[in-house]
């Protein structure tokens, strides 16, 4: 059974950083694509960020491109997002998730198999 288990959010002033972990559990890690996606009140479910299997490939949301990293560890099977420069604007449940598989890298919430049940990150300005 495969578990997605976030860690590291919660309240950060604007500008001030914070990294996001989830650790993977049920398949081989290293052999699939991991993700971000996030949900602010009120909106839909987008994309933030996503790396390849290999970690080689990475693909980011323009929202956050530059102020966010994704990276992952595949001996530990978990994959981090490292969050600088924070905005009131990127207030949202984060969720983790894992692809179907491991080259490329999805944009679209149909390319994951496996989602975590979310981590809150609050953004006071």
């Known amino acids: 059974q495969v578990q997605l288990v976030e860690s590291g959010g919660g309240l950060v002033q604007a500008g001030g950083s914070l990294r996001l972990s989830c650790a993977a559990s049920?398949?081989?890690?290293?052999?699939?694509?991991m993700g971000w996606f996030r949900q602010a009140p009120g909106k839909e479910r987008e994309f933030v960020a996503a790396?390849?299997?290999?970690?080689?490939?990475?693909d980011y949301a323009a929202s956050v491109k530059g102020r966010f990293t994704i990276s992952r560890d595949n001996a530990k099977s978990t994959v981090y997002l490292q969050m600088n420069s924070l905005k009131p604007e990127d207030t949202a449940v984060y969720y983790c998730?894992?692809?179907?598989?491991?080259?490329?890298?999805?944009?679209?919430?149909?390319?994951?198999?496996?989602w975590g049940q979310g981590t809150q990150v609050t953004v006071s300005s």
């Open positions: 049920g398949r081989i890690f290293s052999w699939y694509t």
């Open positions: 790396i390849s299997s290999s970690g080689v490939t990475t």
């Open positions: 998730v894992q692809g179907k598989q491991g080259l490329r890298v999805g944009l679209t919430e149909g390319e994951y198999a496996y």
